[in-house]
């Protein structure tokens, strides 16, 4: 669990962050979001202590940040940057290895961690192990670096725009990878984005900011069905939220009970913007619905998309 | 190795030449006697060349590995937080300080301290100083700022981020300032005979002095060849020390 | 610094001499203001945000330096007034110190209070004509260097003349050899790897090594052709020397010319071809005043160069400054040494000054 009370940063007499307070339960992914300037970086940065902060507390896992020398904090909190920063003159199992190699474990059990790790991120050990960051792409380095934030097994990880720098159809399967992760390992993480797509698709909690304040937080469909502000509002796309919404949701939500619909089923797990995507492809108004194991489960109509 | 590979290692067939000289010169009094028959004795025999090449050598190496180690201390230095002030100044100083004439500082030294290998190994190492402080310092600013954000981040100290990333990513850069300097310092201890060092241009002086051209000959192409060894070693040195992921040294 | 000795006294020009501090020399006035001009600029370090105080520190560091200056003279006049006429006062490590701090202070100053060129120019100059005027009134005259110079007057004007020659002969073939050679190697790029390798090793070669190098065959073209040794062309004297200096100067020249034609940016040539530009006007128009600061660079590398190597060509008969230098240390006396040295590193500083400067107005023109 993470806990910021009240936390301020003050930087040129500009606030840069602004009384913030905010508590990341443990295993959550919490999405830090807004636009630029708006503090999200500094916040994260100030989760290890890579910025002292002017005000307030911050507690990881319910002990003071500041009462643990900065250096111990760190290497129990995995961080990973969106130009990676990966040791150019060191080899990926260097690099993967390198803060358990501070903590002084075994060669056997940092060799053994390695190999986990790439196979994690679905990179083959034998061939990735031994190369250096200037011969892999974009998107291996990406892995690789998050990888490296993973390798002593911390309980938080922290991750500042990592995909921002990757083409899309990279970034589309990261994010992918990130998830799965999260979900294998039930890691606390927190995550900076702009991007609020990639947060809605990532996030179970998220946090807006703006201008050094918190500007909303809750989960996902909270924010999108409920803009606390004008600002969030305007950030979440104002109408195009209600596609959003739509992806959010889930068909099993508002189906009907009955069998007036024909033609291929949706499974009830599927999100409303699936069914609505189907039935303008086969420009009908009502869809079948399936459970998980195939029996039939309703029907579900246009007016129960916007109902 | 073949023939043909031989002569394409330029280091090796020099550094065979150099060393043969150095030992046979007086192998070739015949030569210098057919080529200046007036000159006795006609091979420079104050003292052996080898003898020669190792008081130079050892004066080269005091003062470059002086220098060496002030010159990347300083840079760190002036790389820290607690250094940016000075930075400015240690710049100037190390622009300003090019700008004299090797031979000056070693002239000026003098006065100071005296005849013989002293001044010369002190206006080594500071006229040495600066190409490996310039350079130390450029190669330091040159390590990306997301590795050093990145390293701070996973809980690396200020002093093992220096010697694990800073400094041998700084390396390339950093020798090709030493070679710079150490080049330099075998011609500024050439000159360092006119004040009672012994090296391998005293053969050069003595000539110049008694008007005994062989001498002059014999030292100075000793001299050459001790400057185009060690340039060409230094070249294989940064060759082999190239990191495989660190950017390629500038020429 | 008040403690260790500001001037040195000697009975006579051939025994080395006993320090002396300012206090003795009977300068309690310039003691105080010495120690005042330099706890001030102390003070200044520790204040340096505000730009009023950069400009108090970069005055205060002048008049330290001025102060030092006139303080040497002084002590001096004092100290040869009370001893026999053959009796030596020379500049100690006292001074030494003084003058280099104060000017290492002036030049930091003057970079933080960010000056523009014209400016730093001025102030040099103001500084020259305060030191040269406080000569001509006779501040200095009593210092054996003083002395020294005015024993050899005529000989120093004739080596400095000397200098300047050995200088500009270099440089001028050097600029028509190496500039054509270097446009060579841009155009044709596979010239460029045997050309560099050769300059390198030649630059590579230590100044007295290639100087002695040159003698012997000079010699005996002289021997051979008795024509050639009327012309000066010989063995000892200024040709080994010249060919020497313009060989070390070819490689920066070579290096400079290809960089700067290289470093002119490939749509600039493509705009002015589109436009009709033939490629003379393209040369002279477009590249020549693109090229022109990396091209004075490159002089200034070489200049600074060739004023340094020339110190020692005065080893093999050449003449020039380095005369000085070098029967100074035959002689062990300090004072020749400082008069060799002194105005060679004067003369490497101020032509880096001035070609810097040249170097700012060119590449200030071209920059939007």
């Known amino acids: ?307 | 190795m073949s023939a043909p590979r031989l002569l394409k290692a330029p280091l090796l067939w020099t550094a065979a030449l150099f060393i043969a000289l150095l030992f046979g010169m007086p192998a070739l009094a015949p030569v210098f006697r057919w080529g200046f028959p007036q000159v006795q004795p006609p091979v420079f025999s104050r003292g052996s060349f080898l003898e020669l090449f190792l008081s130079h050598a050892g004066m080269v190496l005091a003062g470059s590995v002086a220098a060496t180690a002030a010159g990347i201390a300083l840079a760190v230095f002036a790389t820290r937080p607690a250094g940016r002030d000075f930075r400015a100044l240690i710049d100037t100083l190390a622009t300003v300080g090019q700008t004299f004439p090797p031979a000056a500082v070693l002239a000026l030294a003098v006065p100071a301290l005296g005849f013989g290998p002293e001044p010369t190994i002190v206006a080594l190492f500071l006229y040495g100083l600066l190409p490996i402080l310039g350079n130390a310092i450029a190669g330091l600013e040159a390590v990306p700022a997301a590795v050093l954000d990145a390293a701070e981040g996973m809980g690396l100290s200020a002093w093992q981020r220096l010697r694990d990333i800073e400094l041998p990513l700084a390396a390339p850069v950093i020798l090709a300032g030493i070679r710079v300097s150490v080049t330099i310092a075998i011609g500024t201890a050439a000159i360092g005979s006119t004040v009672g060092a012994l090296t391998l241009g005293t053969p050069i002086f003595d000539g110049l002095a008694g008007n005994k051209l062989p001498f002059v000959i014999q030292g100075a192409v000793l001299t050459a060849l001790f400057a185009i060894v060690t340039d060409l070693a230094f070249a294989a040195l940064q060759r082999r020390l190239q990191p495989p992921g660190a950017a390629p040294a500038p020429a | 610094m008040i403690g260790c000795g500001f001037v040195t006294l000697a009975p006579n020009r051939l025994v080395s001499g006993r320090p002396v501090t300012l206090w003795e020399a009977g300068g309690a006035a310039l003691v105080v203001a010495i120690a005042a001009l330099a706890a001030l600029l102390l003070i200044s370090v520790f204040v340096t945000a505000q730009r009023l105080v950069n400009w108090a520190a970069a005055l205060i560091a002048a008049a330290l330096l001025l102060t030092t200056l006139a303080a040497a003279g002084s002590a001096a006049a004092q100290l040869a007034a009370g001893t026999p006429a053959l009796a030596r006062v020379s500049l100690g490590a006292g001074f030494w110190v003084l003058f280099a701090v104060s000017a290492l202070a002036l030049i930091d100053a003057m970079q933080r209070v960010e000056i523009g060129g014209p400016a730093k120019l001025a102030v040099v100059a103001a500084l020259a004509a305060a030191c040269v005027g406080m000569a001509e009134a006779g501040a200095f005259d009593a210092l054996s260097l003083a002395l020294e110079y005015r024993n050899r007057r005529a000989e120093f004007a004739a080596a400095l003349g000397r200098h300047a020659l050995l200088v500009a002969a270099a440089i001028g073939p050097a600029l028509l050899v190496g500039f054509p050679l270097g446009v060579a190697a841009l155009r044709r790029p596979g010239l460029q790897s045997p050309v560099f390798a050769v300059l390198n090793l030649l630059q590579t070669i230590p100044s007295i090594a290639l100087f002695g190098l040159l003698l012997a065959p000079l010699a005996a073209l002289a021997a051979a052709a008795p024509l050639l040794a009327a012309f000066g062309i010989g063995g000892i004297g200024p040709a080994p020397a010249i060919i020497a200096l313009i060989t070390y100067a070819l490689l920066p020249v070579v290096r400079s010319t290809v960089a700067a034609f290289g470093s002119v940016d490939a749509a600039v040539i493509d705009a002015g071809r589109g436009m009709g530009m033939t490629p003379r006007q393209l040369f002279w128009q477009a590249e020549l005043p693109l090229a022109a600061p990396v091209l004075l660079a490159g002089l200034r590398i070489i200049t600074v160069q060739a004023i340094g190597l020339a110190v020692v060509a005065a080893l093999i008969g050449a003449g020039g400054l380095g005369t000085f230098v070098f029967q100074g240390l035959g002689q062990y006396a300090g004072d020749l040494i400082l008069l060799g040295a002194l105005p060679t590193i004067a003369l490497a500083l101020a032509a880096d000054f001035l070609l810097q400067m040249l170097a700012a107005t060119t590449s200030r023109r071209t920059r939007p």
């Open chain 1, 1 to 307: 669990m993470i806990e910021i009370e009240h936390v301020a940063k003050v930087y040129q007499g500009r606030r840069v962050v602004d009384d913030l307070s905010l508590t990341i339960p443990d295993g959550a992914l919490c999405v830090l979001l807004g636009p630029s300037g708006c503090g999200k970086s500094t916040t994260l940065r100030m989760i290890n202590r890579l910025i002292p902060f002017d005000a307030g507390e911050i507690r990881v896992g319910g002990e003071d940040i500041r009462r643990v020398p900065p250096e111990e904090l760190r290497r129990r909190i995995g961080y990973a940057i969106q130009s990676t920063g990966l040791f150019p003159h060191w080899r990926v199992e260097d690099n993967i290895a390198t803060v358990p190699r501070l903590l002084g474990w075994s060669q056997q059990r940092m060799r053994d961690r390695v190999t986990e790790l790439l196979e994690l991120f679905r990179l083959d050990p034998e061939t990735y192990r031994h190369k250096y960051p200037h011969q892999l792409s974009g998107g291996e380095q990406q892995r690789v670096g998050v990888a490296r934030a993973l390798a002593a097994d911390p309980a938080v990880l922290l991750m500042d725009e990592p995909f921002a720098a990757v083409d899309p159809i990279v970034r589309d399967a990261l994010q992918g990878e990130i998830a799965r992760i999260h979900r294998a390992t039930g890691k606390t993480i927190v995550f900076v984005t702009h991007d609020i797509d990639e947060a809605l698709r990532l996030a179970t909690v998220i946090a807006i900011m703006e201008r050094g304040r918190l500007a909303q937080s809750g989960v996902p469909l909270e924010i999108v069905e409920n803009p606390a502000s004008e600002f969030v509002r305007e950030f979440v796309g104002r109408e195009a939220a209600g596609l959003k919404s739509l992806a959010l949701r889930k068909v099993s939500e508002r189906l009907q009970p009955g069998d007036g619909a024909a033609g291929e089923p949706i499974e009830a797990a599927a999100s409303l913007r699936d069914a609505l995507a189907a039935m303008t492809a086969r420009r009908t108004d009502r869809l079948p619905v399936v459970d998980a194991a195939g029996n039939p489960a309703g029907v579900i109509t246009l007016a129960d998309l916007v109902r």
